[in-house]
């Protein structure tokens, strides 16, 4: 197993937790929406304590329940209907409701982990998805981490395969690793924004939520205002869309402006290069993805060839299959895209921009930087505070405590209950 870099996180639960997944089918939808429609409930199974979550998969009669015991209980003693009517319950007991089928049962522990490298020396084994990180699914990151690992290491591994340099693998982990550590430290986040409610239930009766008494007014109140204040778990589009790759295959001339900040809660549509190509509607009606190459894409919007030329001509020489796409008169796409000249790779993330080229040597230098054969200094700031990407030492948003133990994937932090 490859060595892992962990951090451990502290939370307000106060014993280690495993989580009983109960998926199944129910249509007693009478005693499922008792308190309205809902898309996800939690649930305290006593004050102070988390007990559980439903979710409403399709709103019609798929749910999941996940029910969270101490680490070491037997769950093979736990009936399926059992977990679903004691987590439906919560303080107040179980709460049977019409189960027309158990469609999948697991047991899962909630840590979050990122491994320390994510490939080895000869750059011949790669570890993506899981294998690479582990998160809580608050957040919903998981899946959309493990596609874009797949994603950017496999036109990687194809194009090394056919035009590209031998630096354009190691780009990966410098990529895709610090998207890992900013994503799965949210997802902790998130699911601190719910386990910290049990707080507002100390030294008061915990009934008093459903009264219509000043006491339970205010701590409706409080709950409310929690979730107001904490609400990015399904609002963090900067964590879905907004990440910038800096890698040694990303290069920012210092002249190119400045760099769009990033934030959580905001995507900032942008060509720096590194980010996401910004979508937009073209005159004609059509998106502007709809226009661009299955491998490399050159987008334009100047009026004269002679630049275009030198760089198709370049990635020619190169042996890169790369598509035009003159997007001329097309003022509010150019007004988004902020340059004349967008590189821009197989996974539509942006290699470079300008709004002039050069000669040929200057377009090849471009090319050769993109592809891995003119690697630029991977010792960059990531936006994480730290500067070499091997490096062990760094400070995130919840100054995450480093621990290193090699050839161990190790728990960034374990949730206890």
């Not at 522990?109 to 990180?133: E, K, M, N, Y």
């Not at 031998?166 to 719910?194: C, D, F, K, W």
């Not at 990440?243 to 760099?259: F, R």
Request: glycine residues 8%; aromatic residues 10%; contains cysteine.
């Amino acid at each position: 197993m490859l060595p892992a870099l962990a951090y451990g996180l502290t939370f307000l639960t106060k014993r280690p937790t495993c989580v009983l997944l109960v998926h199944f089918k129910s249509k007693d939808l009478t005693r499922l929406h008792a308190q309205g429609q809902f898309w996800h409930i939690f649930f305290l199974q006593q004050p102070g304590e988390f007990g559980g979550a439903i979710i409403a998969q399709d709103e019609i009669d798929t749910w999941t329940v996940h029910y969270f015991l101490p680490l070491g209980t037997d769950t093979d003693n736990i009936g399926s209907e059992e977990a679903v009517y004691t987590v439906l319950g919560g303080m107040h007991g179980k709460y049977e409701i019409k189960i027309d089928e158990i469609l999948v049962r697991s047991v899962w522990r909630p840590s979050i982990a990122v491994a320390r490298t994510w490939a080895s020396l000869d750059r011949r084994v790669f570890i993506a998805g899981d294998a690479a990180h582990q998160n809580i699914p608050t957040g919903g990151y998981g899946m959309n981490m493990g596609i874009g690992d797949a994603y950017d290491l496999g036109w990687k591994l194809a194009a090394a395969m056919h035009y590209g340099g031998p630096e354009l693998l190691t780009s990966y982990e410098l990529e895709r690793r610090p998207v890992a550590v900013r994503n799965i430290e949210h997802s902790g986040q998130h699911m601190q924004v719910h386990l910290s409610v049990a707080q507002f239930f100390e030294g008061q009766n915990p009934d008093c939520i459903d009264e219509p008494t000043a006491e339970g007014r205010a701590l409706r109140q409080r709950i409310h205002e929690h979730y107001q204040a904490h609400d990015g778990e399904n609002k963090d589009f900067g964590i879905e869309m907004g990440y910038i790759y800096q890698s040694n295959i990303v290069h920012t001339p210092e002249s190119d402006g400045i760099k769009p900040d990033w934030q959580a809660a905001q995507y900032t549509p942008s060509t720096w290069p590194g980010s996401r190509a910004p979508h937009v509607f073209l005159s004609d009606g059509s998106a502007v993805f709809d226009h661009l190459g299955k491998d490399w894409s050159l987008v334009t919007f100047t009026e004269t060839n002679a630049d275009v030329e030198v760089l198709l001509t370049a990635a020619s020489a190169l042996a890169i299959p790369i598509k035009h796409v003159d997007l001329r008169g097309e003022h509010e796409a150019r007004r988004l895209w902020e340059r004349d000249f967008v590189l821009v790779r197989p996974d539509e993330h942006v290699a470079w921009r300008s709004n002039s080229v050069g000669n040929i040597e200057e377009a090849r230098s471009i090319l050769e930087v993109a592809i891995g054969f003119k690697p630029i200094d991977p010792t960059i700031e990531n936006g994480f505070g730290r500067t070499d990407p091997l490096g062990e030492k760094f400070t995130t948003t919840m100054e995450m405590k480093t621990q290193v133990r090699s050839y161990e994937l190790e728990q960034m932090g374990e949730f206890q209950q």
